[in-house]
């Protein structure tokens, strides 16, 4: 026969013949795995069950907090306002935002509200099988089900009426369908990878960070594997799908309020393990155990059959979406603004409960023990769970809108600091109706036509402490902060008021009565 063109072959050996490690390549082929065991679908099955329950258990226990607060006051107004709100200051979750809209026009409470998250929760127990299994086996995506289904912080955020269980789970989706994409790289498979990773993004625009990892990984594939499924122009597509989506957040970040957030150091590390891990240190150990494996693995196959191979990409694809966000998000905060939130990172974890059940499934090699190390593991991490239901709730804004409430009598003057405290006390008190006659003093505007949007996150000036009480009986002034209690600015109405009631709520957040003496 005639000698091979390069092209046939990959690198050849620079005459256009092939070498061996060539031919290792052209003979790699991702494959799909044929269905599960009825056994193994209900395992995951039985696996989503707990998840959607342990999300239900106590879901409107907790008060919203201030978050939250910002999701109601978002979605709760015309939907081209609302529209209008996403792209000027609330991009962050757009496409949950879309979906809870309608759920505001119907709804009051919590739970409607943290519903959604609910049930994204659960439906990531089979997503992540599904790409624990095309990428490794049944077992290794039977434990990663298994694991996320108890995970203390997911968990936390499937009781949240924030968008990171959303994102988390459509993230798992496209990693699943690039798997599949990737054995059959036709362009049904390949429309629901790019469906998937544009509505992650979409559903939070930091997602983007785990969709570029994943895309960016199948440059690791053979030429003969890559070329026919086009990875690096369905990403280009994917990003232009989503471009408002990915370009909006950062600005609002940058330009908006991140007091709270530190650079990164080395407790950081640490910190997003115990993240990953589900909020349970006995499990830490066991994640950084499978990373390392991961890598060694990756480095061995890519010595053996070449960096560009199916064995090198099928390890290195999950270890990059786990390490990828993560590992962008603090670099960024080293160099520039700080922006490394954990939370921000949440669509990294279930590639790393992927690596925990690959790796448990290569290392321990008799089923038997897969099945009892397995156990232990999902026992392990269930310690996570179990801890956040032990977790006092963020802020009680629902227990410090009744005090205030109940204290509020025709006349008075309310003020909110900082600004932001009045949204989620709005959220309690449309809930119950509006109180007559009672003006905010500050920030200013009706009720109810203030929120989201409007708030700089700023606290009330001496001036303005000078205003509210100017001509008034009676105030109330509702704070949020560590220093609520000792605030130096409201130590000037003590000669004309006194302190008829002081209450203290977990946050803290403060709110204290006076009547002028």
Not at 62 to 71: I, P
Not at 74 to 88: E, G, K
Not at 440 to 446: L, N
Request: net charge positive; proline share 7%; glycine share 10%.
């Amino acid at each position: 026969g005639r000698p091979a063109r390069r092209g046939d072959h990959g690198r050849g050996d620079g005459r256009g013949v092939p070498t061996a490690r060539d031919d290792r390549r052209v003979s790699e082929r991702l494959v799909l795995p044929r269905p599960a065991r009825a056994g193994v679908r209900r395992l995951v099955w039985l696996c989503a069950v707990v998840a959607f329950g342990l999300g239900l258990y106590e879901l409107g226990a907790r008060s919203f907090w201030q978050d939250e607060g910002f999701t109601w006051s978002t979605v709760d107004r015309p939907l081209p306002d609302m529209v209008a709100l996403l792209v000027r200051d609330e991009a962050y979750q757009m496409l949950h935002s879309v979906i809870l809209w309608p759920v505001a026009q119907g709804f009051h409470s919590e739970v409607p509200f943290r519903l959604p998250s609910v049930l994204a929760f659960t439906a990531l127990v089979p997503a992540a099988f599904i790409a624990g299994r095309r990428r490794f086996s049944d077992a290794a995506g039977v434990i990663a089900a298994a694991l996320l289904a108890v995970h203390g912080f997911l968990l936390e955020y499937a009781q949240e009426a924030r968008s990171y269980a959303l994102a988390t789970v459509l993230v798992t989706a496209a990693g699943a369908a690039l798997a599949g994409a990737g054995a059959d790289p036709s362009m049904r498979r390949r429309r629901w990878w790019m469906a998937w990773s544009v509505l992650a993004i979409w559903a939070h625009g930091f997602a983007v960070l785990a969709v570029a990892a994943q895309v960016a990984s199948t440059m690791l594939l053979p030429g003969a594997v890559r070329r026919p499924g086009r990875p690096a122009r369905a990403g280009m597509a994917i990003a232009l799908l989503a471009l408002p989506a990915i370009v909006l957040p950062p600005f609002q970040v940058s330009g908006g309020d991140v007091w709270f957030i530190t650079p990164p150091d080395l407790g950081s590390l640490v910190g997003f393990g115990w993240f990953a891990a589900g909020r349970t240190a006995t499990t830490l150990p066991v994640y950084a155990l499978a990373v390392a494996a991961t890598v060694v693995v990756v480095v061995v196959a890519a010595r053996r059959s070449g960096l560009r191979s199916v064995e090198v990409w099928r390890h290195a694809m999950p270890l990059a979406w786990f390490a990828g966000p993560p590992a962008v998000l603090m670099l960024a905060s080293l160099v520039g603004d700080p922006i490394w939130i954990s939370r921000y990172a949440t669509w990294s974890v279930p590639a790393g409960a992927i690596l925990v059940g690959a790796m448990t499934v290569r290392l321990v090699r008799s089923p038997r023990l897969v099945v009892a190390v397995g156990i232990v593991l999902v026992l392990l991490g269930a310690r996570g769970a179990l801890k956040w239901f032990d977790t006092p709730m963020r802020e009680d804004y629902r227990s410090a809108t009744a005090a205030l409430a109940a204290g509020l009598a025709p006349g008075d003057i309310v003020v909110f600091t900082p600004d932001e405290t009045r949204i989620p006390v709005e959220f309690y008190l449309a809930r119950d109706g509006w109180p007559r006659d009672v003006t905010v003093a500050f920030p200013e505007g009706e009720w109810g036509a203030w929120g989201t949007g409007d708030h700089a996150t700023v606290d009330i000036t001496t001036e303005q402490v000078d205003a509210a009480a100017a001509g008034a009986d009676r105030l109330w002034v509702v704070q949020f902060g560590d220093d609520a209690v000792n605030e130096p600015r409201l130590a000037r109405l003590d000669p004309d008021f006194r302190v008829t009631s002081l209450r203290v709520f977990r946050g803290p957040i403060v709110v204290i009565g006076y009547e002028r003496r």
